[in-house]
């Protein structure tokens, strides 16, 4: 069975940085399949950050031009690195896959930034 482990969050003041990966266990057919999701109390969880079906990165949002994300093969992770981070990201972060059968949601990391 898939499992998705999210890692990287923390406090951060706005204008800094932050890496989050998602490392993957179990057998996929591809880490471009997997994206990144965000939520925040009381509303959906929301897809931030994704492979197109050519593998080109997609965003969501104002988060375009402040967010990269990229696979690490030698992890077998899809990490998202975040600048200029705002107020506004502050959310508990997933990966998950972005089309088709979701698998089990991990715990996710929560980024909050201060202004």
């Known amino acids: 069975q898939v499992q998705l482990v999210e890692s990287g969050g923390g406090l951060v003041q706005a204008g800094e940085s932050l890496r989050l990966s998602c490392e993957v266990s179990g057998s996929i057919s591809s880490l471009d399949g997997i994206g990144w999701y965000r939520q925040v109390p009381r509303r959906a969880r929301e897809l931030v950050a994704r492979?197109?079906?050519?593998?080109?990165?997609l965003f969501v949002g104002d988060v375009r031009g402040r967010f990269v994300i990229f696979t690490d093969n030698s992890k077998n992770a899809v990490d998202l690195q975040m600048y200029n981070l705002k107020k506004e990201d502050t959310a508990v972060y997933y990966c998950?896959?972005?089309?088709?059968?979701?698998?089990?949601w991990g715990r996710g990391t929560q980024v909050t930034v201060s202004s």
């Open positions: 998950n896959r972005v089309a088709g059968r979701l698998y089990p």
């Open positions: 492979f197109s079906i050519l593998g080109d990165p």
